[in-house]
Nanobody, 118 residues
């Protein structure tokens, strides 16, 4: 059973920074993508950023230039450095693993709250 555990969320003022971490454990395919999604109250869950095992990245337009996703393939940990935070970044941030094998499997973490407020 693959498990994802997020950490690093909290309360920060507009313009501030946070760094989220997600550690994946279990049997994980070497070909995979890890990413961060977020969901604000009353809104759909949306992609924030993803990164493959080869470190190819994608970002939502709303976070380009402010957020940076990275990973450590030795321990299957993904990070999200969030700078210049805005109130609209407030959401629960979820770690996601897409594992490619016989089937494409999706795993989600429990989420970590990020609140940007003065």
């Amino acid at each position: 059973q693959v498990q994802l555990v997020e950490s690093g969320g909290g309360l920060v003022q507009p313009g501030g920074s946070l760094r989220l971490s997600c550690a994946a454990s279990g049997s994980i395919s070497g070909i995979n993508a890890m990413g961060w999604y977020r969901q604000a109250p009353g809104k759909q869950r949306e992609l924030v950023a993803t990164i493959t095992n080869g470190r190819r990245t994608t970002y939502a337009d709303s976070v380009k230039g402010r957020f940076t996703i990275s990973r450590d393939n030795t321990n299957n940990t993904v990070y999200l450095q969030m700078n210049s935070l805005k109130p609209e970044d407030t959401a629960v941030y979820y770690c996601r693993l897409q594992s490619l094998g016989l089937r494409t499997l999706i795993y989600w973490g429990q989420g970590t709250q990020v609140t940007v407020s003065a």
